[in-house]
């Protein structure tokens, strides 16, 4: 059992430090060098731009953009745009050395990045929205590319987004759909990238309930964040025959014991903008959100959301990371102690980043896949990683974040000294 001052101590981690916490975890286990772990962690680029946008009143206002590269080691680096006013250095060092271990776990070739500005975009209009967008891409036009950084949608970017970073990109260097993922169909998009995430959260849950005895058509799933990745996996665990008790999103969080039409709440939030006040559910506070008893609990919204304190009091057997860090470093240990299993974001979520290198595939080869292909080799590559990612957990004795670090390190790792360091 952690004591209360070890508890406290994770708890005052930053979500890089955590980041770098979980690869240390793994790092003791591969005897990894003090060097080798220095550089292995820390970005080897980072980019902050002012944003100077006039505003459709006439005011202007100067926004902060950030362009975070990771590690290149095995492929240009990949990862996505995040519109949001939490986006800080911090947020997106942390969020960009994730996309290093996912991509690495996944077996994808690329590094790791992350982008965004800090903003509320809900309360700009559509123009400025596309303003502030370009005006970015040509603050950090010197380092992103087809070859050397590719980003792609992430919490609050769109597809629309990714078509005006395409565009903008394309008017400097003539036209170049594989600078950008998670384009719309019509400009290169892949088949099958709009709703791969939640599709690879999905194949995941289904991989984990089978490997943890759990029947699927018989577990309850709550949900927090009802966007890109929250929807679609709520929508394809619903046709799996699971039952969707609770979804939350920004503005509250809904509850039906016998289960939510999950089409019908699509619906409703597309209308409404929220998944509250939908008919026939109980409304219910985040914390009572977290707090509804299921089987399988997916945070598919911010980060940092289960912290020690509410670690203590969720009641589910395994926890999908459908988010990018949703456990603090404490709420992740307590989850331990507690015997709950929890599917790392670097494997639950890495489903987008899979269709991501499918799509640029397809770019750089100027040819189209079926979505029925895109399907296939999505599930096989994640069912691939689940496998090795269990594999390794159960031959070091270890919990699956660590066993998914231990196996990430090890490709990039390996890139690195072959590359550079041998
Ligand atoms: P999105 O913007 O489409 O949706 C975000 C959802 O979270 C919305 O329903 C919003 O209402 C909800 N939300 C925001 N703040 C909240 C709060 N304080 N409390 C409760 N709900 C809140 O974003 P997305 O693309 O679905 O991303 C969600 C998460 O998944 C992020 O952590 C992101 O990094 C991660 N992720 C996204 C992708 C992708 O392909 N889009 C890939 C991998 C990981």
Redesign the pocket.
Known sequence: MPTAKEIARLESLSTYQTVNHQFDRAADLLDLPAAERTILKSPFRELKVEIPLKMDSGDWRVFNGYRIQHDNSRGPCKG?L?YHPSVDDDEVRA?ASLMTWKTALVDVPFGGAKGGIACEPQKMSNDERQRLTRAFVRAIDDIIGPHTDIP???????AQTMAWVMDEYSARHGYTPAVVT?KPVHLGGSFGRED??GRGVTIITKAAARAFGLNLREARVVL????????HAARLLHESGAKIVAV????GAVFNADGLDITALAAHSAING?VGGFPGTTPLS?QQLFETECEILIP????G?IDADLAAKVKTKLVIE?????VTAGGEAILRERGIISVP?ILA?????VVSYFEWVQNLTEFRWKEERVQVELEETMLRAFGEVAHVADKRDTDLRTAAFVLSIGHVAAASRLRWMN
């Open positions: 996505g995040r969020l792609a949608p992430d919490v609050n970017t769109s998670g791969a995430t927090q964040g009802f966007g890109n990745v929250g929807s939350g999103d920004a503005h929220k985040p598919a919204a911010l980060g959301v459908g988010a990018n860090a949703p974001d979520n890495a489903g987008g980043v």
